[in-house]
């Protein structure tokens, strides 16, 4: 009969697959990957991972909603404090950078998989949501503080500041770009570009 684990050991063996789940996956994909090749990695036998998870799109699932929650985290970080000037979310923009920089993996699984059942995974949509959220409510900020117009879209600014920086890192990543054209420097310069258009005529 297998032992009973703690709530705490379940929750630290979870975060080990999960971290080993993140490596394997960004590197060779998911279909690559094996629930055995999971539990090598772990040193454990095959099948000890499905007794914490019901396949690998479960296991993928779980990888996906703590990045989105720790990628909101750090926007959430930046936006903290003032929060009615172009500065403060340009801070945004910044952590984003900075995020993807710093957790390649992870943000890779975020936004390069197509996860056709995502909204089987409930942990998983509320994370995703959060971080979408996180990337439009401080351009709200700004239009309830005046800087921007009230029928400013906050939406579709947002959207614009998001393809531009994810671009940028992509750029990065596949190694198209190089110094002193790096994401953190384009980054910068996309952001203030998109902001003087916005300024100018914000869209509505």
């Known amino acids: 009969m297998p032992r009973v ?17 993140e490596r394997l996956f960004a590197a060779h994909g998911l279909e690559a990957v094996t ?9 454990v036998s095959p099948m000890t991972p499905y007794r914490y998870f019901a396949d690998k799109g479960a296991i993928l699932a779980a990888v ?7 990628h909101a985290e750090a926007l959430e970080a930046a ?9 403060s979310s340009s801070n945004i923009g910044r952590a984003y950078v ?13 936004f390069d998989v197509d996860q056709p059942n995502a909204d089987a995974y409930p942990e998983l949509v509320e994370a995703g949501e959060r971080s979408r959220a996180n990337m439009t409510a401080h351009l709200r900020d700004l239009v309830a503080a005046g800087v921007l117009p009230a029928n400013a879209d906050s939406d579709l600014i947002g959207h ?5 920086l994810h671009g940028a890192l992509q750029l990065q990543f596949a190694g198209m770009t190089k110094s002193p054209y790096d994401a953190e420097r384009l980054g910068e310069a996309l952001m ?4 003087l258009g916005v300024l100018r005529s914000p869209p509505g």
């Not at 936006?79 to 500065?87: P, S």
Request: neutral net charge.
């Open 35 to 43: 629930m055995r090749q999971l539990a090598g990695e772990l040193g």
């Open 192 to 195: 203030e570009a998109i902001w």
């Open 79 to 87: 936006r903290a404090g003032k929060t009615d000037t172009l500065d």
């Open 98 to 110: 900075r995020f993807a920089l710093e957790h390649p993996d992870a943000y890779k699984l975020m």
């Open 64 to 70: 996906r909603a703590r990045a989105f929650r720790r």
């Open 5 to 21: 684990l703690s709530e705490e050991a379940v929750g630290e063996f979870r975060e080990r697959l999960i971290d080993a789940a």
């Open 160 to 164: 614009m500041f998001w393809s531009a």
